[in-house]
């Protein structure tokens, strides 16, 4: 079956400082990879995508590269902020399905950025 | 535009007690709807999911139960408690396609 494995936080880094958060998958087929995230008293929101192989996604300063060779889609951001504090989920989804019914996530990853 | 409601937002219960949780989305018809639960450090895991009026999935067996009475209204709902019922619940809602747009969740303490 699916998985998705992220790296156990919670991450606490200075402003301005590089952030990374490792995800790895298991799955069939080629799945769709997603980050989704969650800021303080509100719901998840979906951060980023890719679709296939190589494919990066981005928003909002961040990025992640679907790199089929390593089954991960880690996500990176050069310099961090205050206000991207929050909770970053990885997630799956099998491309054949298309439908969020099949979304698999990772555990979540709590990132708290200092000023 | 579409919003979605979950409430409350905090909930502290008895073991053995009655749970039901709301949700509702607001500016679409006939919406995809999900329950989800995160307990604690784990991910989040899909408990129902609903296509219609009625229409109720449920992917984990468990001491849980969700209806639908109305289009964009989903219940998430027990008869009595235990106590590893305890986690992050979260509403979701989609159109046809993979993203989910989610509610600010429920926090679930049983006691």
């Known amino acids: 079956g699916n998985s998705v494995t992220q790296m156990e936080g919670p991450v606490t880094l200075s402003e301005e400082a590089f952030l990374t958060i490792n995800c790895t998958y298991t799955?069939?087929?080629?799945?769709?990879l997603f980050w989704y995230v969650q800021y303080p008293g509100e719901g998840l929101q979906l951060l980023l995508k890719a679709t296939k192989a190589d494919d990066k996604g981005s928003n909002k300063g961040f990025e992640a590269t679907y790199r089929k060779e390593t089954t991960s889609f880690h996500l990176e951001k050069g310099s961090v902020q205050v206000s991207d504090s929050a909770v970053y989920f990885c997630a799956l989804s099998n491309e054949a399905s298309g439908s969020a019914r099949q979304l698999t996530f990772g555990s979540g990853t709590q990132l708290t950025v200092l000023p | 535009s579409q919003t979605i409601h979950q409430w409350p937002a905090t909930l502290v219960q008895p073991v053995g007690s009655p749970l039901s949780l709301e949700c509702t989305v607001e500016g679409t018809s006939n919406p995809n709807l999900y329950w989800y639960r995160q307990a604690a450090g784990r991910g989040l895991q899909l408990l129902f999911y609903?296509?219609?009026?009625?229409?109720i999935s449920s992917e984990v067996p468990q001491n849980l139960s969700a209806s639908r009475p109305q289009d964009r209204q989903f219940i998430l709902s027990s008869k009595k408690l235990l106590l590893s019922d305890s986690g992050f619940y979260l509403c979701a809602w989609s159109s046809w396609g993979e993203k989910l747009f989610f509610g600010s969740g429920t926090q679930l303490s049983v006691l």
């Open positions: 609903s296509v219609g009026i009625g229409q």
């Open positions: 799955a069939t087929g080629y799945p769709s």
